[in-house]
């Protein structure tokens, strides 16, 4: 590995960077995780509170399987919004730093 390419990885900013990833990445499956594994132990062990019925052929599992499905399409959202608005700009940051020092 080159000299410059180490120095880089052990800058601060970098390992800010690769936290501030990880810390996003986490929070957000674990909400993930928690929505999906909540519905599914709630289908297996209380079949009875999603058989509910709202109305005449609408169970009450399916808007809460819907919402399951549009928090995975809004998390992945989060994720791309985050990405774009502040992890692009502290890589080319980076990067940019890198070029300098070369």
């Known amino acids: 590995m080159k000299k410059d390419a180490q120095t880089t990885i052990d800058s ?9 990833k990880g810390s996003v ?12 594994f909540g519905f599914i132990l709630t289908l297996a062990f209380d079949k009875s509170l999603l058989s509910g019925m709202l109305t005449p052929g609408l169970s009450v599992g399916i808007p809460v399987g819907l919402f399951v499905i549009v928090l995975a399409w809004a998390l992945t959202g989060v994720y791309v919004f985050w990405a774009n608005d502040k992890y692009d700009s502290a890589v080319n940051k980076i990067r940019q730093g890198l070029k300098r020092s070369e």
């Open 25 to 36: 990445s986490a929070i957000l499956t674990v909400i993930m995780l928690g929505a999906y």
């Open 12 to 20: 601060p900013e970098f390992k800010d960077l690769v936290a501030k």
